[in-house]
Nanobody
Framework: VQLQASGGGLVQAGGSLRLSCAVSGHTFNRQTVAWFRQSLGKEREFVAA???????YYADSVEGRFTISKDNAKTTVYLLMNSLRSEDTAVYYC???????????????????WGQGTLVTVSS
């Protein structure tokens, strides 16, 4: 499975960005795809995930501000980020796994395939 993350950039606090994760190399509609982020000096943390069924999951810190979605025809997962805050500044990574169990979705060590990351910088 190959993943290509894009869409990062510099945005002012309160603004919006949409990240994309293009997935190839495996049956897309059977994948669970997740977004994680890592800021300087911190551990990689879970942001959001979408199961093959369409069920979505969010970290408490982004619930209500971020929306994860997918386009099966384009084999792409999106992360729409609204009301961005300075603490959202991080490198964002997408991860995919066709067999991850629900209880492991929020654990970065349990995802098998990773994209290269895209930097999001929120200026205050």
């Amino acid at each position: 499975v190959q993943l290509q993350a894009s869409g990062g950039g510099l945005v002012q606090a309160g603004g919006s960005l949409r990240l994309s994760c293009a997935v190839s190399g495996h049956t897309f509609n059977r994948q669970t795809v997740a977004w994680f982020r890592q800021s300087l000096g911190k551990e990689r943390e879970f942001v959001a995930a979408i199961r093959w069924s369409g069920h979505t999951y969010y970290a408490d810190s982004v619930e209500g501000r971020f929306t994860i979605s997918k386009d099966n025809a384009k084999t792409t997962v999106y992360l729409l980020m609204n009301s961005l805050r300075s603490e959202d500044t991080a490198v964002y990574y997408c991860a995919a796994d066709p067999s991850i169990i629900l209880s492991s979705i929020r654990m970065y060590s349990q995802h098998d395939y990773w994209g290269q990351g895209t930097l999001v910088t929120v200026s205050s």
